[in-house]
């Protein structure tokens, strides 16, 4: 991953907005504000190449990072209370439609703020990419904010909490230390030549 060559790309509002895929994807999902686009800014090196919004659910579109090697994409956020039902749908349609486009998507990152239980929400995404079969793990944001023994009574029960996702990997993460980065471009990195030597 260069991450020098990250470019944003473009936007889409609407599932037949979405532009063909012509290189791996890698997806990040979670619920308003959980850190998505600070989670992409750090993993590229970036101060601002995604955009940080501090209000909840202002990520309405999915917004497409190209790389030398594959694409960072940033779904809309979801569980935001101050959406309005026809919004609500529209943003539930828009990814829906990315899921069920012939896409070269080889992981999803799902975000979870290391503080707090998954939501429903949180679990009800973990549900539908399990019965999809859509490859993903778990990054645990805002890891910073918890002490040594905070972070160790949120894993053991973060353990409990997706014992029906077995096997799920769990990465804490933190935008502030950089906490996480070097692992999770490791994997980005895996997943996408790991598939690419396959093919060949």
């Given at each position: ?82 959406v309005s039902d026809a919004e609500r749908r529209r943003w539930a349609g828009l990814i829906e439609g990315y899921f069920n486009q012939e896409r070269d998507l080889r ?94």
């Amino acid at each position: 991953m260069k991450v020098e060559s990250a470019v944003y790309e473009f936007s889409a509002g609407l599932a037949s907005h979405l532009k063909p895929s012509t290189l791996p994807e890698i997806a990040f999902s979670g619920r308003s504000n959980v850190g998505k686009s600070s989670l992409i800014n750090k993993l590229l090196n970036r101060k601002a190449l995604a955009r940080v919004s501090a209000t909840p659910g202002k990520t309405a579109t999915i917004n497409f990072y190209r790389l030398d090697t594959m694409r960072l994409v940033d779904l809309p956020g979801y569980g935001y209370a101050r959406v309005s039902d026809a919004e609500r749908r529209r943003w539930a349609g828009l990814i829906e439609g990315y899921f069920n486009q012939e896409r070269d998507l080889r992981l999803v990152l799902q975000l979870v703020d290391m503080r707090h239980p998954p939501s429903r929400d949180d679990i009800q995404m973990l549900n539908y990419m399990t019965d999809r079969e859509i490859p993903f793990v778990v990054v645990l944001t805002k890891a910073d904010k918890l002490n040594q023994s905070q972070r160790r009574q949120r894993l053991d029960s973060l353990n409990k909490e997706l014992e029906e996702f077995e096997g799920v990997k769990l990465f804490p993460f933190s935008s502030i230390t950089g906490e996480g980065v070097l692992e999770l471009r490791d994997i980005l990195d895996f997943v996408v030549s790991e598939e690419d030597e396959e093919v060949e």
